[in-house]
């Protein structure tokens, strides 16, 4: 098991896991589409680490950047990923004014 640092903590890999997945697990706001290495949505920068990539993905990827959908996670990596914002909802927003 290894770690993936993110922009905002520090998350665990499970075993047989892609980085897409433990991302998606965490809480990780992350693009996907195909989810299958050809559109490039998911791409992230890389910052630090390896991954090794279990089905080698058509699109590009350049020099410090990965390809989350089908890779899975090598050494402890660093990537730039934020986690999800939570979406406050209009009741939600009317209660926060009462109670200020
Ligand atoms: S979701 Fe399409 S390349 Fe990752």
New binding site residues.
């Given amino acids: 098991m290894t770690t993936v640092s993110t922009t905002d903590t520090l998350i665990r890999v499970l075993p047989g896991e892609t980085l ?1 997945e433990a991302l998606e697990r965490t809480g990780h706001d992350v ?13 992230l920068t890389l910052v630090e680490g390896e991954v090794v990539y279990t089905q080698e ?1 058509l ?1 590009f990827v350049g020099p410090h950047e990965v ?4 890779c899975v996670v090598k050494t402890p990596i660093k990537v730039e990923c934020s986690l999800r914002q939570l979406e406050t909802s209009a009741d939600d927003k009317s209660q926060l004014a009462l109670d200020l």
């Fill in positions: 897409l693009e996907y589409q195909c989810r299958g290495g050809y559109c490039g949505s998911c791409r993905p699109a390809v989350p959908c089908c």
